[in-house]
């Protein structure tokens, strides 16, 4: 069963960058994609970006609200996908998740992952 452990989370200001870390284990097979969540304070968890973890299946995908700011990236040898967050905003604060063993549908719902991660915190200020 896959386990995902979140890092990288922390304090940064507004024109900050920070860079997360997703770090994957406890499969024999790898999970076919990997996407990263937001939960701002308050609301629901959405779909900032995600991967194919098999690369002939298709290329990462970032969601209009964060492209141009964000990059999907991943490491095969360490089992890790990356989330590099440039230009961060007060909007960008909240926990981010690491999600995997997408099942079905649109790529970023929520609902079609059947794995996650604790979360990690990140907190944009002024």
């Known amino acids: 069963q896959v386990q995902l452990m979140e890092s990288g989370g922390g304090s940064v200001q507004v024109g900050g960058s920070l860079r997360l870390s997703c770090e994957a284990s406890?499969?024999?097979?790898?999970?076919?994609?990997m996407a990263w969540f937001h939960q701002a304070p308050g609301k629901q968890r959405e779909g900032v970006a995600g991967i194919y973890t098999f690369e002939a299946d298709g290329g990462p995908f970032v969601d209009d609200p964060w492209k141009g700011r964000f990059t999907i990236s991943q490491d095969h040898a360490k089992r890790t996908v990356y989330l590099q967050m440039n230009n961060l905003n007060s909007a960008d604060t909240g926990v981010y998740f690491c999600a995997a063993d997408w099942t079905s549908g649109y790529l970023l719902g929520e609902r079609n992952y059947k794995t996650w991660g604790r979360g990690t915190q990140v907190t944009v200020s002024s």
């Open positions: 406890g499969y024999t097979r790898r999970p076919n994609y």
